[in-house]
């Protein structure tokens, strides 16, 4: 694992703060945080939100991105794919991103979400753009 502090990490990151998302793992190889299941996250009857659960995504495959870039580099997303299975009423979600690629102009990560009884949620998968300097 890399040793950095992952509130700072996530602190780089406005609107994940704000969402209230944690991240804790991360290294090249994967990057693990969780998203509580709360009435401000949810549509109708009480289900999370499938923004909330894509933020997740998408802020766990932005750090994955991030830890696999060249020195100097900056990375944005240029495509996301979300494939959603199942409803979560209470409980959490936890998020587990991989990369799939780690090329010279682009980063592909997947994420899975899972719910509190590790069943699957979401598939994500990213194109983030290698952007250098």
């Given at each position: 694992?890399?040793?950095?502090?992952?509130?700072?990490?996530?602190?780089?990151?406005?609107?994940?703060?704000?969402?209230?998302?944690?991240?804790?793992?991360?290294?090249?190889?994967?990057?693990?945080?969780?998203?509580?299941?709360?009435?401000?996250?949810?549509?109708?009857?009480?289900?999370m939100h499938g923004g909330a659960v894509m933020t997740l995504a998408d802020t766990l495959g932005a750090v994955?991105?991030?830890?696999?870039?060249?020195?100097?580099?900056?990375?944005?997303?240029?495509?996301?794919?979300?494939?959603?299975?199942?409803?979560?009423?209470?409980?959490?979600?936890?998020?587990r991103a991989r990369p799939l690629h780690a090329g010279r102009t682009t980063i592909v990560v997947q994420t899975?979400?899972?719910?509190?009884?590790?069943?699957?949620?979401?598939?994500?998968?990213?194109?983030?753009?290698?952007?250098?300097?």
């Amino acid at each position: 694992m890399i040793p950095m502090d992952l509130a700072e990490l996530v602190a780089t990151m406005p609107f994940a703060v704000a969402v209230g998302i944690t991240i804790d793992a991360a290294a090249k190889d994967e990057v693990v945080g969780h998203l509580p299941w709360s009435e401000e996250r949810c549509t109708t009857a009480g289900l999370m939100h499938g923004g909330a659960v894509m933020t997740l995504a998408d802020t766990l495959g932005a750090v994955c991105a991030f830890l696999n870039l060249p020195a100097g580099a900056a990375t944005s997303t240029i495509t996301s794919s979300t494939n959603f299975f199942r409803a979560v009423r209470d409980g959490e979600v936890r998020g587990r991103a991989r990369p799939l690629h780690a090329g010279r102009t682009t980063i592909v990560v997947q994420t899975e979400v899972r719910d509190t009884n590790d069943k699957l949620v979401a598939l994500v998968t990213q194109t983030q753009a290698v952007l250098t300097p």
